[in-house]
């Protein structure tokens, strides 16, 4: 596709090597709403699903043709036929069952936040690399079509130098469908915005300083921060601003982002929050600093849900195929993990951080 004269492309193509056989460890909504119809569109091979609710199991492979249902964790795990374990599971979760996952020599797909605490994400990711695994974080939003195509634009030079980066959501979130999120005491910026920041270290590199406030809708029934402003500060003039309201009752929300440089323009939305919970394409628009000024309009035709979920997948299969790195590998995903735990800090603390004080701070990691 043809954007002014720049060339960008929201397809996400399939791995070279596409026949690694998939193992889902979880079956839950997600799983069947998004990963399995993402692996179909790839010509992706799922062969075996396991679930502690074995009827949930059992739906959803008789629904998406899984051959096998695994009895148990480890009969799962002990499958010759299993070389990608996909986990569906809770934060909480995630590090035992992905350590027994490494253990048995699977490569992994996990999902975000990829442990509770910064020190427990960071073992992880050592003992699979010591295991020679690899390991990825199912970080899906740099592949959906507004932020991949913003990422485009600005490599080719079309924005030239950026100054200010904003992603702004305002929508109502039905967090009682997940109740072990609405009671955890940490919500929006660990399982919402943990999206906006990933994308950003995408869009724009390593921030030097983050600073947070986090608030809550009057009588929420969440128990954590469902309100945020994240400030990212880079060297030199950019500053990125994530701004989140999860409580927003009115006929006026929104889920849009915008880049701003000295040679143009982007601006979007994105579609699954601009209309949720139904779900669109995102728009994208860019406009060039010269005369005569108009908006160009890219002509989008992929979905956060389900098509970005091809993404990080295809990613760590290809890093399987070329030992190379996952463009979300375990190792990337601390960077967004640093970010995630700077603005809680920050939050507390009232005060900016510096996002490697994170890391300095987790001995264990080291």
């Given at each position: ?49 396991f679930d502690r609710d074995r009827e949930a199991a059992a739906r959803t492979a008789r629904e998406h043709g899984i051959p096998r249902v695994a009895v148990s964790l480890d009969d799962l795990l002990a499958d010759p ?286």
């Open positions: 596709m043809n954007l002014a004269g720049y060339a960008v492309d929201d397809r996400i193509p399939p791995p070279q090597k596409a026949d690694y056989g998939i193992g889902l460890v979880g079956c839950g909504g997600i799983v069947n709403a998004a990963h399995l119809l993402a692996y179909r569109a790839g010509g992706l091979r799922v062969v075996a699903c036929a299993v070389a990608i374990v996909d986990l569906a599971i809770t934060p909480a979760d995630q590090p035992a069952v992905a350590a027994q996952a490494i253990a048995a020599g699977k490569h992994l797909l996990c999902q975000k936040p990829l442990a509770l605490d910064y020190a427990a994400a960071a073992r992880l990711v050592a003992q699979a690399r010591a295991a020679g695994v690899k390991l990825a974080v199912n970080q899906q939003m740099r592949w959906d079509a507004g932020i991949a195509v913003a990422r485009q634009l600005v490599a080719q030079g079309a924005l030239g130098a950026l100054a200010d980066v904003r992603i702004e959501v305002s929508v109502r979130t039905p967090w009682h469908l997940w109740p072990w999120i609405a009671r955890s005491p940490r919500i929006e910026v660990l399982y919402h915005s943990i999206h906006y920041l990933d994308a950003l270290r995408f869009l724009l590199g390593e921030p030097e300083r983050v600073t947070a406030v986090h608030g809550r809708a009057p009588d929420q029934p969440e128990t954590g921060e469902t309100k945020t402003v994240t400030v990212l500060e880079y060297a030199g003039a950019l500053q990125a601003i994530v701004d989140v309201n999860h409580h927003d009752w009115s006929d006026d929300a929104h889920a849009r982002f915008r880049l701003l440089g000295d040679a143009g323009i982007v601006r979007g939305t994105i579609g699954l929050l601009d209309d949720y919970p139904h779900g669109r394409v995102d728009t994208l628009e860019y406009q060039p600093n010269a005369e005569p000024r108009r908006w160009h309009q890219a002509a989008l035709t992929t979905r956060w849900i389900p098509d970005a979920f091809l993404g990080p997948m295809a990613s760590l299969m290809a890093a399987i195929e070329t030992d190379g790195e996952p463009a979300t590998g375990g190792a990337d995903n601390l960077g967004t993990l640093r970010l995630v735990h700077a603005a809680y800090r920050s939050a507390a603390e009232r005060q900016s951080v510096d996002p490697a004080e994170i890391a300095a701070d987790a001995p264990a990691t080291r």
